[in-house]
């Protein structure tokens, strides 16, 4: 786990964790930055940390990387055509 305390520069309190792995731009796009999101509880910043490359996990079905925080993008396209096909 996280062992770096992080902190607001300004109010010297601990970050509160908003968002793990939120995913930066586009769903399409291949190794995308992810981003953890903090909030500081003082004065209300939003401060962004990339994302640790170990998240990311390889999908046991297509062997395809995503990120651990997200369902398998290359998998839930698949799903969709597999269902206009069926349809
Ligand atoms: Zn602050
Ligand atoms: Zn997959």
Do not use: W
């Not at 305390?5 to 796009?29: D, F, I, N, Q, W």
């Not at 999908?59 to 369902?71: F, I, R, T």
């Amino acid at each position: 786990m996280m062992s770096e305390k992080r902190e607001c520069p300004a109010c010297h309190v601990k970050l509160e964790e908003r968002s793990e792995g939120y995913a930066m731009g586009s769903a399409l796009t291949l190794n995308r930055l992810h981003a953890d999101i903090y909030t500081c509880p003082e004065c209300r910043r939003i401060f962004l940390y990339e994302s640790e490359g170990d998240r990311m996990v390889k999908c046991p079905v297509c062997g395809n990387m995503h990120h651990a925080g997200e369902k398998c993008l290359f998998c839930a396209l698949n799903e969709v055509q597999g269902a206009n096909a069926a349809s």
